[in-house]
């Protein structure tokens, strides 16, 4: 598990995005774990120690409805998981949601990762790596 405060310290990655926040407030009610930023284009990370799966939609409902009109982005989810929760059924949870939203909203993807494939001895896989996409569960809209 990575404490709050050691996650939104972490140097999150993707080429051509910079840190823009870290557990501030996004926009009234919003305070995402950390942001990245390039233009109109952010990347959102959540932290999550719990496996609730009403938390997964609140943050995926948040997320969406900041970036609306020109703001566009994905959001990821650095999750630790429990012998009962698994990535996979997070994804699959969030899919049918994700897929009702989806007109209404600039957010392009969800993806959910294990905690333990994305940080390992003090460091991060970067997001825009091969290593990325082959560890975490995407959600989309198809």
């Not at 990655?13 to 390039?38: F, H, I, M, S, T």
């Not at 997001?127 to 990325?132: G, K, Q, V, Y």
């Amino acid at each position: 598990m990575i404490p709050d405060r050691i996650f939104k310290q972490l140097k999150h990655e993707y080429a051509g995005y910079n840190k823009y926040l870290n557990g501030q407030q996004l926009e009234r009610g919003y305070k995402p774990d950390y942001v990245l930023r390039n233009k109109n284009d952010y990347i959102i990370l959540e932290s999550e120690n719990n496996s609730s799966r009403k938390m997964y939609v609140g943050g995926m409902m948040k997320a969406a409805h900041f970036l609306q009109n020109k703001k566009t982005g994905i959001l990821i989810f650095v999750i630790k998981f429990r012998d009962n929760t698994k990535p996979i059924s997070i994804a699959k949870h969030l899919k049918r949601y994700f897929n009702w939203i989806y007109q209404n909203t600039n957010l392009r993807e969800v993806y959910i990762i294990d905690m333990e494939d994305y940080y390992c001895d003090e460091c991060v896989l970067s997001i825009d790596s091969a290593d990325f996409q082959i560890k975490s569960h995407k959600v989309g809209n198809t």
